[in-house]
């Protein structure tokens, strides 16, 4: 066996164990040219891959010893050699190029005075992925026979690693999205869903984590608003600062600002030492401003200032302290109608509302129903050491049917109470002890949201006799959320 041969086999075989231990494709094509090139003793050379979607059917992907970019993309394009390859899935080499009859009419070859070329294909399954090719300028028979052959294995072993490598970018690829999915799904515990719907929040949310912007979460009452708040400043950069949430709705406007400003002591009657509000003591951390839309006038624009100057000023105080917190608002009303009714501060909102992540109700996520039963059943078996394993086809059917108007929140209730007061491993309708409505009051025309939420809290507190507390666990509700909405239509303390 000639030296020669010999010589091509023991390279193949070296070859064969570089290029298959690369898995990055673009480190790989450079290595497979530079292999080619050395070898050969070649002065210029690139290597194209078949693209249906390029100008030219093909792309230049790696290029070595042409002038610029361009240049090696311009000879490829015009190349002869290149398109006969790519066509016929057969190698071409020329001793010389420009006495070559078969590249009479290449325009290319005349203008660039080349003498020698040799171009093979990568062929994968009988099906040609690309061409490997190289040239000279200097001299007639660079190229021989033996550089055929050697080509010719040399081809077939790079496109089965280019191969491999397409096929790992790709895993990399589709395990970044999966990952990206489970982790947009299930991001934060008991943050529970499936649904389209849910999916798009659950992503904003990943997106604002490691910001420091402004978030305005809204969505009706009930859908998880301050817990998606806590799972964004909890895998935040402020995580391991302080989280402090206020509900604007439930406290009276003089008592509001005092909690979230603090004062000075003799601000007030009873003010007898200094006390720090809440946003000094989330400084560093995040503030949560539940049912923002509820803040009066007077504190909107006290938190405007802190939004914008990052100050604050004590009761009573002359002097103001700077604050670094991150603001994050909910609310279950429509901010833009009520700085349109001028019941809330334009610049204010704007300030708030640099990121919106709308919370669906649960009436639209009728998919994450059945995951969010079986959580809170498991949830509520812990709590109450019951062994209810399941829950059967009616009563199924009556959940997924019903409006929940109190979303998640009034889910979580039902189940809860189903478990505690079920007599064996399977929950029944008779369990749920639900809400039902007629069917006028669910459809009647010309019924707000509003009208029909006051006329189901009317109704429910009627049957259960005037109690808040048994109202508020029948609906789904907290009873501080009750006592408001009773508060804001005027009805009698009970």
């Known amino acids: 066996m000639p030296e020669q041969i010999k010589d091509n086999f023991t390279v193949l075989y070296e070859i064969a164990q570089k ?66 390859v790519l066509t016929s899935g057969e190698p071409v080499l020329t001793f010389d190029a420009l006495s070559d009859e078969r590249f009479e009419a290449s325009r290319s070859i005349v203008a660039q005075q080349i003498l020698s070329i040799t171009c093979v294909p990568l062929r994968l399954q009988d099906k040609t992925t690309g061409a490997i090719y190289l040239d000279s300028t200097k001299s007639r028979g660079k190229f021989n026979a033996e550089t055929m052959k050697f080509l010719a294995v040399f081809g077939n072993l790079a496109a089965v690693a280019v191969e491999n490598a397409q096929r790992y970018d ?19 515990p008991g943050i529970i869903g499936k649904s389209k719907a849910w999916k798009a929040a659950l992503d904003l949310v990943q997106r604002v ?11 009706e009452s009930g859908t998880g608003k301050e817990l998606i708040a806590r799972a964004i400043h909890g895998q935040g950069r402020r995580r391991d600062k302080a989280f402090m949430a206020i509900n604007c709705s439930a406290i009276p406007e003089q008592l509001l600002e005092s909690e979230l400003f603090g004062y000075k002591r003799g601000a007030f009657t009873g003010a007898n030492v ?46 103001s302290r700077k604050v670094d917190v991150r603001v994050i608002a909910a609310t279950n009303k429509d901010l833009r109608e009520e700085t349109q009714s ?5 610049d204010l909102y704007f300030r708030l509302n640099i990121v919106e992540i709308h919370l669906p ?67 029944t309708e008779e369990d749920l002890r639900l ?34 507390t048994r109202t508020a666990e029948k609906l789904g509700v907290s009873l501080r ?14």
Request: hydrophobic share 40%; net charge negative.
């Open 361 to 427: 109700p649960l009436r639209n996520r009728a998919e994450d129903i059945p995951v969010l039963i079986n959580y809170f059943m498991k949830k509520a078996c812990e709590t109450h050491g019951r062994n209810v394993k399941a829950i059967d086809s009616n009563a199924m059917f009556v959940l997924l049917k019903h409006p929940w108007y109190g979303n998640v929140r009034e889910l979580q209730n039902v189940i809860e109470r189903a478990v505690v007061l079920s007599r064996g491993e399977e929950l």
């Open 170 to 188: 790709n895993l990399k690829t589709e395990n970044a999205r999966l990952k990206n999915e489970v982790s947009s799904v299930n991001l934060f």
């Open 274 to 319: 200094d006390k720090k509000g809440l946003i000094e003591h989330a400084d560093g951390g995040t503030l949560l401003l539940d049912e923002v839309g509820d803040l009066s006038a007077s504190l909107q624009a006290k938190m405007l200032r802190v939004l914008q100057e990052k100050e604050i000023r004590r009761l009573g105080d002359v002097e």
């Open 435 to 468: 809400q039902k409505y007629t069917e006028e009051e669910l459809i009647r025309s010309g019924l707000t949201l509003d009208e029909f939420e006051r006329k189901l809290v009317e109704k429910t507190l009627a049957e259960s006799s005037g109690n808040r």
């Open 209 to 219: 984590i490691d910001t420091d912007v402004s978030i305005l979460i809204t969505g």
């Open 342 to 346: 001028g019941n809330f501060r334009e």
């Open 481 to 494: 959320w009750l006592q408001y909405r009773l508060k804001e239509w005027g009805g009698d303390a009970r």
């Open 19 to 84: 290029i298959n231990s690369i898995l990055d494709q673009q480190e790989l094509l450079d290595k497979v040219l530079e292999i080619a090139m050395s070898h050969l003793d070649a002065e210029r050379g690139f290597i194209v891959m078949v693209d249906d979607s390029a100008v030219h059917g093909f792309n230049v992907v790696v290029a070595k010893n042409f002038s610029s970019e361009k240049d090696a993309r311009e000879s490829a394009a015009s190349s002869s050699v290149i398109k006969k």
